[in-house]
T-cell receptor, first 112, second 111 residues
Framework: GEDVEQSLFLSVREGDSSVINCTYT??????LYWYKQEPGAGLQLLTY?????DMKQDQRLTVLLNKKDKHLSLRIADTQTGDSAIYFC????????????FGAGTRLAVHP | SAVISQKPSRDICQRGTSLTIQCQVD?????MFWYRQQPGQSLTLIAT?????????ESGFVIDKFPISRPNLTFSTLTVSNMSPEDSSIYLC????????FGPGTRLTVL
């Protein structure tokens, strides 16, 4: 089956690192994504990782993939108040242009 | 990249009425998708809309309730028919153009 799970809430202090975790069930997923949704806004693709990779870094963002455990994480270094948003993990079981399966989203709150 | 706009951005509707949401993309794309995000929930795919053919609906969604048009490669509409309060959601248009892009969403409230 297709299921993506995330913790619902994370609170961090400004300047600390945030780690948002996600587990997925479909081992055939070829791409795994992280989207950001700010209040009242649409979804913004933050980053994605191909399933044959175990790490991807993009400025303050680091994605780690443990394919054996079907575990994906997003680390945000030096978290800022502007990072406060809902972060969605998504898998693309068929690759290419097909439906994405989303997690419920993790609400990140950054406090001074 | 693909820039997507949606109209309306939000609406408040009465029970039993219908609302048509428009999605416009700034480039030609083969596949367009319509998602629903219910309050506090994740996104769920409603249907895939291909130009020149009928939309393909996911389990739990039917054409009579959510008719879709795809007249050309840059435009699509989703109609939410005979609305009830349970249809209150954000409806998002999405396209695939080397990656998945999402529109800003239409926030629908049904009274």
């Amino acid at each position: 089956g297709e299921d993506v799970e995330q913790s619902l809430f994370l609170s961090v202090r400004e300047g600390d690192s945030s780690v948002i975790n996600c587990t997925y069930t479909d081992s055939s997923s070829t791409y795994l994504y992280w989207y950001k949704q700010e209040p009242g806004a649409g979804l913004q693709l933050l980053t994605y990782i191909f399933s044959n990779m175990d790490m991807k870094q993009d400025q303050r963002l680091t994605v780690l993939l443990n394919k054996k455990d079907k575990h994906l994480s997003l680390r945000i270094a030096d978290t800022q108040t502007g990072d406060s948003a809902i972060y969605f993990c998504a898998e693309n079981p068929s690759g290419g242009y097909n439906k994405l399966i989303f997690g419920a989203g993790t609400r990140l709150a950054v406090h001074p | 990249s693909a820039v997507i706009s949606q109209k309306p951005s939000r609406d408040i509707c009465q029970r039993g009425t219908s609302l048509t949401i428009q999605c416009q993309v700034d480039s030609q794309v083969t596949m367009m998708f319509w998602y629903r995000q219910q309050p506090g929930q994740s996104l769920t795919l409603i249907a895939t809309a291909n130009q020149g053919s009928e939309a393909t609906y996911e389990s739990g969604f039917v054409i009579d309730k959510f008719p879709i048009s795809r007249p050309n490669l840059t435009f699509s509409t989703l109609t939410v028919s005979n609305m009830s309060p349970e249809d209150s959601s954000i409806y998002l248009c999405s396209v695939w153009s080397r990656e998945q892009f999402f529109g800003p969403g239409t926030r629908l409230t049904v009274l």
